[in-house]
């Protein structure tokens, strides 16, 4: 019995100098880096290396002529112990460095001065010095919100003393203005009973004041007329009225360039119309264009435009011009033509000059 504990004492001896980081190697472990070929002051990646190059030389599965299963067992228990020896190794390791650390901060830290936690951290010196401080501070501090409570109140009674203000001069208009209706409402009154208004025209009728429109609000035709004596004019109105200046102006432009050129047309003239033509041509098509934004925003459907053509448009300036010159040359033939009484008044007016001619020689 004694022989066995002394054999298990030995046993765990011997293990914790196998897996400690300080002390001599035992034999089994320095086995096990001597079988993985690798040193004792080695990293990780080198036993791993290390390793897999045993497991391919000694596998019994790579085909090569050294597979070992038994060694192939040794070199994986030696991987292992290694391994497992290494990571106490570096645990070891930080927890040693982390308690250097600790050390070294815990030299700079300073003690808390608890005192200075008292009085709401007011005041320096010693402790009487700083609650005398303190006492002082409180006082202040109670005086500044004393008068910030004080200054309120004054604030809100000024406020309350405005509005009242206010709902007093409302309450004075309103006053006047029932007053006045009232003496308003009097005055008719009286002048009713007296019989003033039995004499008026248009008693018993109604209001001739919309004639022109019979069927519209009172309310909605006073709104417009608002408007409209302000100038404002819905977008659609303005549209129309642009629409209706540029086709007038584009007539009488075009016609009148036509005058101008005269009759007849000649070859140098003709090129000259033609250009002008085509320029019409152009600017009507620009007019289509505002006539259809014209027809998107206009609020009825039997206010929209049709689109303006051409070539009808130069017809029908044409066909104003030949009326126009028509019209002209009668009224020419009609001045150079003379009639009968002014062809007898200048036989008299010759008869007498020559007579009057005659006198003077005969004298």
């Known amino acids: 019995m004694l022989a066995a504990k002394k054999t298990w004492v030995m046993t765990c001896l011997r293990g914790a100098r196998m897996y400690s980081g300080h002390g001599p190697r035992s034999k089994s472990l320095q086995d096990c880096y001597n079988l993985l070929n690798v040193q004792e002051n080695c990293n990780h990646n080198e036993v791993k290396e290390a390793y897999v190059k045993l497991v391919k030389l000694y596998h019994p599965d790579s085909g090569s002529d050294g597979g070992d299963p038994l060694k192939f067992m040794q070199v994986e228990e030696a991987y292992k112990a290694v391994v497992k020896h290494l990571a106490e190794k570096g645990k070891t390791e930080s927890d ?25 951290g007011v005041g320096i010196g010693t402790p009487s010095q700083r609650e005398k401080q303190y006492r002082t501070f409180r006082v202040n ?6 008068l910030d409570y004080r200054k309120q109140k004054l604030e809100a009674q000024d406020q309350q003393n405005t509005m009242m203000a206010m709902d007093i001069q409302q309450s004075k208009k309103i ?11 009097d005055l008719i009154q009286e002048s009713m009973a007296r019989g003033d208004f039995d004499n008026l025209s248009g008693k018993g009728k109604p209001l001739q004041k919309f004639l022109q429109y019979p069927y519209i609000d009172p309310m909605t035709h006073n709104l417009n007329r608002i408007l409209i004596d302000n100038g404002y004019q819905p977008e659609w109105i303005v549209r129309q009225k642009e629409i209706n200046e540029t086709i007038e102006k584009l007539r009488n432009d075009i016609l009148g360039y036509r005058k101008k050129l005269g009759q007849p047309l000649t070859h140098y003239t003709l090129k000259h119309w033609n250009l002008n033509c085509e320029q019409f041509r152009n600017d009507i098509k620009e007019l289509n264009k505002t006539v259809e934004k014209f027809n998107l925003i206009v609020p009825l459907l039997n206010r929209q435009m049709l689109h303006f053509d051409q070539d009808k448009e130069l017809a029908v300036i ?7 010159m028509e019209a002209n040359k009668a009224n020419s033939d009609i ?3 003379p009639t009968k009484e002014s062809s007898t008044q200048n036989s008299l007016f010759n008869w007498i000059k020559h007579f009057l001619k005659y006198n003077q020689r005969v004298r």
């Open 96 to 120: 040693q460095g982390l308690n250097d650390e600790e050390e070294e901060e815990s030299k700079y830290l300073a003690l808390q001065h608890r005192q200075y936690l008292s009085f709401e």
């Open 141 to 146: 501090r109670a005086t500044d919100q004393v």
């Open 175 to 185: 006053k006047i203005t029932q007053a006045v209706e009232r003496l308003v409402e």
């Open 318 to 324: 044409l066909k104003k011009y030949d009326v126009l």
């Open 335 to 337: 001045i150079g033509q």
